[in-house]
Every structure is written in structure tokens, then in C-alpha cells.
């Protein structure tokens, strides 16, 4: 049966990908819905292309620019805006399947919504879960949906586990630690020194992967690793001391799990997320993700290393939010939002970003994360805060 889609940010690196794999495979795949935030070309141009019930975009004056280019195109796309339509566009759009591929704390209630209504949800956006763990798991029990990794270290752990991981009793399965890979980023190896030098366009230039800014932004600090310990955390339900990141340059091996019988296994594949875009999409199948053959033998080598903290302390900061758990991994998210969105601005040096999250953690003490009006009102108070400290700085 075809799968009907809603893409949630299908105008960003993640979203464009999920086309291209839609594209390959029209008998499998029909885009219902895209959103957008302002890049109102791009939709347009993939509104054309793939003819979806429902499109969104944030403000009012490009949704009327939209509609009425769509309309002299002849086509009857029903075009809305702002954060309520992204909601519409997951309720409304007859979809069964929502990849959730917004950047930020911008993603959080689609998100949220998509989990409630039983979707399949394909999670790229890892805020939403750093955000609201508890209330997101809980939703996707309650909704009944599937929901499936396309962060690449949390599709790889789940292609790692066994079918149905959630559904057998964890002790039974065996499993010791999750080991999270991370690449490094472009200042694996840059002298401590010129840390404080580094600007936006350096630290967007990741070596492996193709990324939005502000995930590239958080590959640089490691703030992204970060980020998906605590995603891990939540979605596969082990104890934090047994998930372990590794550096590993190469970003060949794409994380593994170490069981208790001593094997290790491992998901390999191109640094190209198409390949777990296409696994969500067509999961328990696999269909052609359009990505080149690994070709091990061309491979000189592949490495792994501890990573190092003072290099990266935005790492140990995610890492004691975690501990800290309640509102402490959305106040370090939203906090991390705001410095990231003001070094991209080149309103805030490199290596303030992770003084500034620090700032923002130690000043708001920790509460239990059980409502979404707890989670957006620390997040709102966080980034106040953030900006103070910036403003300061
Ligand atoms: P991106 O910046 O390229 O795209 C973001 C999308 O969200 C765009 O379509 C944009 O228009 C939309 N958007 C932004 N702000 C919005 C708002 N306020 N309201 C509505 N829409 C808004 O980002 P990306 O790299 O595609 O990443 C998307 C998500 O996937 C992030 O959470 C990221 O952490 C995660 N992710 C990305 C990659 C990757 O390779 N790019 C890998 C793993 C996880
Ligand atoms: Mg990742």
C-alpha cells in the first residue's frame, strides 16, 4: 500500500533528502503535506513537483505569495501558515507516516502531535526529544504508532537491535552498553589556541556530512553528540552510564551495541542520510536509497578514540544535563539554540557558546519535565536568559 507523507521542514537538508528517496519510489510514497519555515521558492517549486494536500509556511504574507502562485499553476494544494498549520499538517493531510524534520524547539508540538495520533513518526528532529522525553515516549505508547530513528547513530543502534527491541524485556536481551560514534567535527584537531578564532562558514564546513547550520554548528561543539545521548537515553531506554561515545573520523560505522555474549554489532554505511531516511520510510522493507556502494577495501583505515572534554565542553554540559534529567535537558537545548543562532550572527565568539549554556543551566534550577506547559515555559525562560548573557557578553 502507499504510504502517505507528511515532510515537517521538507525544505531543509533532512526534508530535500526525504524527496529525493520519495522521488525514486512514486508506487511506494505520496507526499500529503511539506512545511516550511521562509523558504517559500523551494516549497513552491516542491509543491509543483509532488502535489501535496496541505502546504505551510510561518508567515501570513508568504502563504498568501504561495497560494497564489500555486493557484496560477493550476494546482488546489491548501496553503496555511504559522505553528498551529504545522499541527493541521499532521492531523489533516490524510498522512500515515510524518518525518519530523524541523530544526529546533520549532518542531516540538507537530512533533508531539504526529506521536499522539498514532503515526508512524520518522524523528529527525532530536530537540523535540531532548525537550520532552517522558511526554514523547508516552504519547507514541498512547498514539500506537511506530516510531522510527533517523538521527544516523540512532537508526544504526536500531538496525542493531533486535525487530521489536521495545516490546521484549530488556533483560532478556542482553545488551551492555550503546556506543554513539561521533566524527569529531572540523576541530577534532584544531590547536586548542584558535578555538576562539573560529567563525560561522569554519564551523559549518563539517568533513563528512552535508547538514543544516545549526546541526553543523552543534557537530563543531559536540553539543550535537550531546544531544543524542540523551535522544538514546529516551528512545531505547538503557541507563545513561551504558551509553558511550566514541570518535571515529571516518564516519563509517555509524554507532554500534556491545552485547552481553562479547559480540558487537555494528551498522556501517556511506556518511548520506538517505540510507536511514529510506529505512524509516520503507522499514521492515528496503528499498533503494540512491546511495553509493561502501567500498570497505578503499578504505585506509578506520579509527576510534575517547573523546576529549576540554575540547569539547559543551559534551560534559549535555552529559550533566542528562544526569540532571527534569527540565535540565530543555533548559541546555533552548539555551544552546540561542548562543548557536548569535555565533551564526556573529553576535557571539566560538567558545562562548558552551559559557553560555552553562550559564543558563546553573541559573535555573531543574523541575520535573511532566507537562507541555512546564517544558515551553522553562524553554521560553532559558532562552530570555541566554540572550541576557549574550547581550552582556
Ligand atoms: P535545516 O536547517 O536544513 O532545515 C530545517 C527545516 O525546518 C527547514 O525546512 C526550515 O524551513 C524548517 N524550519 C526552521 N525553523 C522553523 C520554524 N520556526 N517553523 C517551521 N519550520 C521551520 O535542518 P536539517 O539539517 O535538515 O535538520 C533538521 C532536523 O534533523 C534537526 O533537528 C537536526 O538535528 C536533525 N538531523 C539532521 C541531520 C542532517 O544530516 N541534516 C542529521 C541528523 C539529525
Ligand atoms: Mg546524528
Excluded at 497564489?68 to 504545522?86: D, E, I, N, S, W
Aim: charge should be negative; aromatic fraction near 6%.
Amino acid at each position: 500500500m502507499t504510504k502517505q507523507v507528511a515532510i515537517l521542514g521538507s525544505t531543509g537538508s533532512i526534508g530535500v533528502n526525504t524527496l529525493d528517496v520519495i522521488r525514486a519510489h512514486p508506487d511506494r510514497f505520496k507526499v500529503v503535506a511539506l512545511t516550511a519555515g521562509k523558504q517559500v521558492e523551494r516549497l513552491a517549486e516542491q509543491c509543483i513537483e509532488f502535489q501535496p494536500e496541505i502546504a505551510v509556511v510561518t508567515e501570513v504574507q508568504d502563504a498568501a505569495r504561495l497560494e497564489k502562485f500555486l493557484l496560477a499553476k493550476g494546482l488546489r494544494t491548501k496553503v496555511l501558515y504559522g505553528p498551529q498549520a504545522l499541527v493541521t499538517a499532521v492531523t489533516e493531510s490524510g498522512c500515515d507516516t510524518v518525518m519530523a524534520a524541523i530544526v529546533g524547539a520549532a518542531g516540538l508540538v507537530p512533533t508531539l502531535a504526529a506521536a499522539q495520533a498514532g503515526k508512524r513518526v520518522l524523528l529527525a528532529n532530536k530537540e523535540a526529544l531532548v525537550m520532552s522525553g517522558n511526554l514523547f515516549m508516552q504519547a507514541m505508547q498512547r498514539g500506537g504508532g511506530e516510531l522510527l530513528p533517523i538521527d544516523s547513530e540512532h537508526n544504526a543502534i536500531f538496525q542493531c537491535l533486535p525487530n521489536g527491541f521495545a516490546k521484549v524485556p530488556q533483560s532478556s536481551l542482553g545488551v551492555e552498553e550503546l556506543w554513539l560514534t561521533a566524527s569529531g567535527g572540523p576541530f577534532r584537531d584544531t590547536p586548542l589556541e584558535q578555538l576562539a578564532g573560529i567563525t560561522p562558514a569554519q564551523a559549518c564546513a563539517h568533513p563528512n556530512w552535508v547538514m543544516g547550520k545549526k546541526i553543523s554548528v552543534d557537530s563543531a561543539t559536540m553539543m550535537n553528540k550531546g544531544l543524542e545521548v540523551i535522544e538514546a537515553f529516551w528512545l531505547f531506554g538503557l541507563p545513561l552510564e551504558k551509553i558511550k561515545v566514541l570518535i571515529h573520523p571516518q564516519s563509517v560505522v555509524h554507532s554500534m551495541v556491545r552485547y552481553r555474549d562479547g559480540s558487537v554489532l555494528a551498522q556501517m554505511g556511506q556518511p548520506d542520510m538517505r540510507t536511514p531516511i529510506a529505512y524509516g520510510l520503507s522499514w521492515p522493507e528496503r528499498v533503494d536509497a540512491g546511495v553509493a556502494p561502501l567500498n570497505l577495501a578503499q578504505l585506509a583505515a578506520l579509527s576510534f578514540a575517547e573523546p576529549d572534554l576540554a575540547r569539547f565542553p559543551c559534551l560534559s554540559l549535555a552529559f550533566a544535563a542528562a544526569k540532571a534529567g527534569g527540565t535540565s535537558p530543555a533548559i541546555l537545548n533552548a539555551a544552546n539554540e540561542i548562543a548557536v543562532a548569535a555565533f551564526l550572527d556573529e553576535g557571539l565568539p566560538y567558545l562562548q557558546i558552551a559559557k553560555v549554556v552553562e550559564q543558563v543551566l546553573n541559573a535555573i534550577p531543574s523541575s520535573n519535565a511532566d507537562s507541555l506547559e512546564t517544558i515551553l515555559s522553562v524553554d521560553a525562560q532559558a532562552r530570555k536568559l541566554a540572550q541576557d548573557f549574550i547581550c552582556k557578553h
